[in-house]
């Protein structure tokens, strides 16, 4: 069963910085032949699309809410997919999730995701 395990998440004070990381595991997961997203959600909102990279790093998206702030990256040799956080902003509060799609391509729609982390808290006070 695959597993995508964020961390790195917490508080931080608007202006600040985090970084979120997640760590995919499986013995039939082959994290370099997936496309890989964050998203993230607000209690009582939908899942918004944050930032997503392809299989070999060279394609990236963001959402217009957090370009130039956020960078999505990825280590193929210790299947990790990192999000770098700065100058973070309290509306940026909300769950982060990363996911995973076997296309392999950067792909901003949720659907196409297969697999889910099981979330981590962001929380960005004024």
């Known amino acids: 069963q695959v597993q995508l395990v964020e961390s790195g998440g917490g508080l931080v004070q608007a202006g600040g910085s985090l970084r979120l990381s997640c760590a995919a595991s499986?013995?039939?997961?082959?994290?370099?032949?997936?496309?890989m997203g964050w998203f993230r959600q607000v209690l009582g909102k939908e899942r918004e699309f944050v930032a997503t990279i392809s299989r070999t790093g060279g394609s990236t998206y963001y959402a217009d809410s957090v370009k130039g702030r956020f960078t999505i990256s990825r280590d193929n040799a210790k299947n990790t997919v990192y999000l770098q956080m700065n100058s973070l902003k309290p509306e940026d509060t909300a769950v982060y999730y990363c996911?995973?799609?076997?296309?392999?391509?950067?792909?901003?729609?949720?659907?196409?995701?297969?697999?889910w982390g099981q979330g981590a808290q962001v929380t960005v006070s004024s």
């Open positions: 996911a995973a799609n076997p296309v392999g391509t950067a792909t901003v729609l949720l659907r196409d995701y297969d697999y």
């Open positions: 499986a013995r039939t997961f082959t994290f370099s032949r997936h496309g």
